[in-house]
């Protein structure tokens, strides 16, 4: 298995446990709250077909398909939503399929599952 499907397995187990009968994943990614080793949290971002999953350890939160990420730049990307996350730019190729699928729901598209 190499590097790409490692991380969609990995996001794919993160989810697993809190999507709904039949919800299927469009796409994902890894970010970061906290600024030091011993303060960050790494949470898994989420798109499905329903809704926007934010997974961090015992925490899940599940947000409307309304929201958009942004264009990311810089060496890692800021999303403010709840609190500040940071995503490393390895993830920028999810966070614009995430957004391009949130986008095609929002124009009456048919979105893509993975």
Known sequence: MGYQERRVALIAKRAAAHLEPGERIQTGFIAQ?????????IWTFVV???AVLIVG???VQR????????????MY???ELDRRY????????EITAANEALRAMRSGEQ????
């Open 86 to 93: 940071k995503v490393h730019r390895q993830y920028y190729p």
């Open 111 to 114: 979105p893509e599952g993975h």
């Open 57 to 59: 350890g015992n925490q």
């Open 63 to 74: 947000l409307p398909r309304d929201v958009s990420f942004g264009e990311p730049n810089g």
């Open 48 to 50: 499905t077909d329903r």
């Open 33 to 41: 709250t906290g600024s030091l080793l011993f303060t960050a949290k």
């Open 77 to 79: 990307h800021r999303i």
